[in-house]
């Protein structure tokens, strides 16, 4: 996550990640201003695809949020001063599930929201930024995903989307009251929901599960199916919406551009490798980074033309990226890479 000219990350240290570290490094130079470690409450044993670091932190003016898979949940001041501290795994139980947690944190105004869908009682918090306090918290079946949820302000309604191994919701992010749900959605495990203008997309790893879904006089109050993508799915990565098209990426990394219209597939492009990182949208470009270190480039304009491929070698696979001004940063397992021009 970006901040002015600081990155920060996080990761864990240990077989069984005993250390759970955040990190600030300089965007320019790439030199670490600073780190913290924190004993973890809980061990995990790593594996190729339980990372113990994969959900995002987020960060504001005031501060830097983090939250690890063993449950801590931690406030830093920018400069690295501990703010307050958690342990969800103490206070709610031990997350559960083959494969970790992936869902990341997201914020509005003064709060921020956190899913833990899992093999376990599962829950969504809204948390107060300055104290780390619940403002509200619902409980969930159990629903095991690593989808993170999506929060849209518009006018003066604070809106939250998730998209969770089967079911699609909305909520009023406000109070936490449920405004609808539609179920009979499956494979919807990984992928964050979209939402453009009027129209909510789902991602799906099942044939015939990515979908759309567009509101009715413009309001969040019910939502209709809109279409069924066609011939496509979307795993690891989130659905990309650019202009009046829909950019995919299944399992086995192929790519497949839409018109947003009605889902009609316009053509398929098979990448150079899997993606775990989402598509980005920049203008006039759409990127595509795959877990190996090759980057595909296209027009955004619905073609599928190929203006750059760019092979970078790193060392373990891409995570994902953040993009500040004319850079890139790209996450592996043990590398933090900046691309871009000089200043």
Not at 170 to 177: D, H, P, V
Not at 200 to 213: E, N, Q, W
Not at 216 to 221: D, M, Q, V
Request: proline content about 4%; some cysteine; aromatic content about 12%.
């Amino acid at each position: 996550m970006l901040w002015g000219n600081d990155i920060f990350c996080t990761s864990t240290k240990g077989d069984l990640s005993e250390i759970s570290i955040i990190h600030c490094y300089d965007l320019i130079e790439g030199s670490l201003k600073w780190q913290k470690e924190v004993s973890s409450p809980v061990k995990i044993e790593r594996s190729q695809y339980v990372s113990q670091a994969a959900p995002s932190p987020v960060v504001d003016e005031y501060g830097v949020y983090v939250f690890f898979e063993n449950g801590l949940f931690i406030a830093f001041t920018h400069e690295g001063q501990e703010l307050w501290r958690r342990s969800l795994t103490e206070e709610y139980g031990p997350m559960k599930g083959n494969h970790g947690v992936g869902s990341s944190l997201c914020q509005l105004g003064e709060s921020l929201g956190l899913l833990i869908d899992h093999a376990g009682p599962s829950y969504f918090l809204k948390v107060n930024k300055k104290t780390g306090e619940n403002e509200w918290k619902f409980d969930r079946p159990e629903r095991v995903s690593w989808s993170s949820p999506n929060l849209v302000k518009k006018d003066d309604q604070e809106i939250l989307f998730i998209s969770s191994n089967g079911v699609v919701e909305c909520f009023n992010f406000k109070n936490g009251l449920k405004i609808w749900s539609k179920d009979g959605i499956e494979g919807n495990t990984v992928a964050s929901p979209t939402y453009d203008s009027n129209l909510l997309v789902i991602g799906s790893s099942k044939p015939d599960h990515t979908r759309a879904f567009r509101s009715k006089n413009f309001n969040f109050e019910e939502f209709e199916l809109a279409w069924i993508a066609d011939d496509a799915t979307s795993s690891f990565g989130s659905p990309l919406v650019a202009g009046d098209f829909l950019y995919l990426v299944n399992r086995a990394g192929v790519a497949t551009c839409h018109d947003l219209a009605n889902g009609k597939k316009r053509w398929d492009l098979r990448l150079p490798g899997s993606c775990w990182a989402s598509p980005l949208h920049a203008p006039e470009r759409i990127y595509f980074f795959t877990k190996e270190g090759e980057t595909i480039v296209l027009k955004d304009d619905g073609s599928e033309e190929i203006l750059a491929q760019n092979k970078l070698s790193i060392e373990g696979r891409v995570y994902g990226f953040a993009v500040a001004d004319s850079k890139f940063v790209l996450r592996t397992g043990s590398e933090l890479i900046c691309l871009g021009g000089l200043d």
